[in-house]
């Protein structure tokens, strides 16, 4: 019995030693990243980039469209806004003094912003009057008649009103006024 045992712990003893070179023969699995190619970037890398690229474009566009400062003559918002102002001319009787402001506001700041692409039109009056760049296309005496103009239309719109005829129809004769003298410091396209 004690063969067999010794047998059976020799035959045991040869499987551990073959199991021992088995495993000394094996080698490791060798790391893969000198087999793939160099760093990729991700979809959303590129996506990123294209999309850096599209919008320091369109600011470039955008600033240089800007500072162009030639409008063409064939612009008809003058027109227009001295249209609208004569409307409301004709609504006195029926229109407040704060609606009557803010037409003539309304139409001062469309023509603002088609023939200077100044932003008032989308500003409260206080972000306007508060940035500094407002404005600055305008000779300094337009600016010095325009901005107590629109404070004063700011102070008829958002103050207590009723109808009052006479006074809408001057903040309207004034509305003309400074339309006419935007117009004429507007900077024309010799051809």
């Known amino acids: ?37 160099g760093v990729r970037i991700a979809w959303w890398g590129w996506l990123l ?12 566009r955008r600033k240089l469209a800007r500072t162009s400062g030639v409008i063409p003559t064939d612009s008809t918002s003058y027109l227009a806004c001295q249209i609208e102002l004569n409307a409301s001319r004709e609504k006195l009787t ?3 003094l704060a609606e009557v402001a803010t037409r003539c506001s ?16 989308y500003e409260t009056h206080d ?29 008829c719109k958002y103050g207590p009103s009723g109808t009052d005829p006479a006074e809408s129809a001057k903040l309207i004769d004034d509305s003309l006024r400074i339309l006419h003298g935007l117009e004429s410091t507007r900077g024309r396209e010799i051809q």
């Open 94 to 96: 029926s229109l407040s």
């Open 49 to 60: 980039t294209v999309i850096s690229i599209i919008t320091l474009a369109w600011l470039a």
């Open 1 to 37: 019995m004690c063969s067999q045992e010794a047998s059976s712990s020799l035959s045991y003893s040869l499987e551990i030693h073959q199991w021992y070179k088995i495993m000394l023969e094996l080698h490791d699995i060798p790391d893969p990243d000198s087999l793939l190619p």
């Open 127 to 155: 972000e306007f009057l508060l940035r500094p760049e407002a404005l600055q296309r305008l000779p300094r005496g337009a600016r010095d008649h325009l901005e107590p103009f629109l404070s004063k239309l700011a102070q």
């Open 106 to 121: 309304l139409a001062l700041r469309t023509y603002l912003h088609v023939n200077l692409d100044e932003q008032a039109l």
